[in-house]
């Protein structure tokens, strides 16, 4: 895979680093940013961060204090965009929560976006090629914020010997009872429920896609958007029903912000660590 | 002083907030940004951050990791914006190193700009009065980046008893002697070169404004603007000549960005602290 490197910062002793390419499964160029730690050659695990609603590759290696926690280790962070860019789909640019930086994480299958907007093949087949050919990663966990944590549920529910490990900040876990998720799941499932249970954690775990790592999530109880979009305790429900093991910190006072994600952020690195050097 | 909080999220137990008030100074309104890591009642010190060219009040705040190193402290940061805002003055927002985001921390004189461009008082004067008024604060530290690391040092070597402490990331030693502080100086103080000589470090070293504390600088050697801008090496000079306490830290491979900032802000808010609570 050719991946192109446009910028990089030496940070803590490691470098931090933005790539482009083109990608086969967007039929778009895609964006990531990356935190190595140590020289390629040295690292062996990669934890995927995946963002939030208008976010881009940036926000999290800039915001969350990530590279202060994974210095010297041997893990990687990557973080791709939110979405593909430079289209120009009906109603893509109209909405903050669809379409560009909102994509979901999941294989869109109405007219146009089934051609670009793809991002869970993107992530879980050619992010996982490039962090296997051109980072010589072996094991892989993946963690993400809002959407992204919704993503990252998703993704590691489906896919459950591709990751390590996963956690999540403030995930939408049960898009098909929540606004953002609706509109969402319209736009890019059109009315086709059968395509809704692969891409909701509640129900994926409700349809026993167990795994048997421990999934640790924090929420803050000041998030303005728990009651209606987030839907925590639905989560926590099917997996006490399940079994699945789950880990939810309620945090009094704090919001959806990245300021919450950085204050909390250590404790679900050494989550991933701990897991990824077993 | 009034002060309207316009933003609070809770972070590492403490409050990121941000703030704005009617500048009697500036005659303009003006925003800073502060870690509050305990309830005011609680605080006793305060770090003043100043930020570099085209920065506003959120980005130290926002990139730096702070609040992790000030999280359980009884010193708060505050960071004020670089320059008024909401103005429209002769070639005030015609390039990214003059006018609006390019103060220079210092009292213009120059027709139009001498009646706003007063960040020099605008920090020695009324954000000191904000501290000591709005927050309690007894002891004041000080420190930047960039034109914000001049910023730091010009005040700290004039105002030698309102400062605790002093350090600085890649900053501005010698305005007079780069284009950027030449373009500066003109523009704000015109022809006259005593003016000149109140604002730039390495002068007010050789004219013997000198501190009983340390120095603390830190510089990146891959740092695109250290041979043309930042000329730190005729800082050191001028310390070494008339005795001024001076450690410079050449950090091989670093830039100028925040993630350089980020890397060594730990050794910077040590040095505040140490000196803070004697």
Redesign the interface.
Known sequence: MIIEQTKK?????GE?CYYKHKSVVTGTSMAFSTFEPRPKEEIENAIIWLSGLTCTEENFI??S?V??LLAGTNTMVICPDTSPRGLELDKEHESYDFGSGASFYLNATTSGYKDHYKMYDYVSIELIEILKKNFNVKKISIMGHSMGGHGALVLALNEINLFSSVSAFSPIVNPSECSWGRKAFKGYLGEDSDEYSKYDATLLIKNKNLRSDKILIDQ?L?DEFLEKELLTDNFIQVCNDAGQELEVNYRE???H????I??FLEDHITHHLNILNQ
């Open positions: 910062n030496k940070t803590f002793n931090t800039t915001k204090g590279q202060k803050g000041a006072g704090y919001d912000s990245y300021f919450f950085s204050t």
